[in-house]
Structures are given as structure tokens and as C-alpha cells.
């Protein structure tokens, strides 16, 4: 297939595409794609259609998912000042 230019910066584009990745503009009528602008590496953020309550439950789960990790890095930092506290006695 041949490339069509993009309507905003004549960037030839692919007929397949859903967005030029010159200068973001959106086709087919695909609002939810916008380049994010002064950015070089031609980042496209897509608009995530969900309901409430979905995202809702999508935050609860990620923050549940997180608290395993705070724990070990809390057992990590706990083991580093119990190790540089020793330290510091021994040398006194």
C-alpha cells in the first residue's frame, strides 16, 4: 500500500495507521490517541475507557500489590541501621 500523508505535517504515514507517529494527529475518527507534545520519542498515551468502579477495584489491587514490597524494603532498611549502628559502637 502506498503512505498518505498526515492532514497536519505531511509526514507520509501508512493508511493503517491510527495516529501519524510525526506528529500524533489521531485518524479514523480515534479521539483517544495524543501524542505527547515537546516529547522527541513519540510517546502516545491511549485514553483507558473503563467505569468507575473498574478503576476503582484497578487502584485497590495495584495498592494491595505494592505492600509487599514496602515490607521488604522496611526489613532491608531495618538490617542496614541495625549493621552501621554495630559498626559505629564497635568503633568508639
Not at 52 to 76: D, T, Y
Request: with cysteine.
Amino acid at each position: 500500500m502506498p503512505l498518505q500523508p498526515c492532514p497536519d505535517c505531511n509526514h507520509n504515514v501508512s493508511p493503517d495507521a491510527s495516529f501519524c507517529p510525526n506528529c500524533g494527529k489521531p485518524f479514523d475518527g480515534n479521539p483517544m490517541m495524543v501524542l505527547v507534545k515537546g516529547n522527541k520519542s513519540g510517546i502516545v498515551i491511549t485514553d483507558i475507557q473503563m467505569q468507575f468502579m473498574s478503576m476503582v477495584e484497578f487502584m485497590v489491587k495495584a495498592v494491595l500489590a505494592a505492600i509487599p514490597a514496602l515490607l521488604i524494603l522496611a526489613v532491608i532498611g531495618f538490617v542496614v541501621t541495625l549493621i552501621f549502628s554495630a559498626m559505629l559502637r564497635i568503633g568508639h
